[in-house]
């Protein structure tokens, strides 16, 4: 989030094969952070 905060602009970051940590700047200067993951096989 620091980086985040720091670029002033949206990351995506990609860890592994199937996840996501997405993080943004709101216009108030608050940050958002979220993320997907895909289910690894049956």
């Given amino acids: 989030m620091l980086l985040t905060h720091?670029?002033?602009r949206p990351l995506d970051?990609?860890?592994g094969?199937?996840?996501r940590i997405l993080?943004?700047?709101?216009p108030?200067?608050?940050l958002a952070v979220g993320?997907?993951?895909r289910r690894a096989g049956p």
Avoid at 23 to 26: D, G, N, P, V
């Fill in 23 to 26: 993080t943004r700047t709101h």
């Fill in 13 to 15: 970051i990609r860890q």
């Fill in 17 to 19: 094969t199937g996840s």
């Fill in 6 to 8: 720091e670029l002033g």
């Fill in 28 to 30: 108030d200067g608050t």
């Fill in 35 to 37: 993320g997907r993951v």
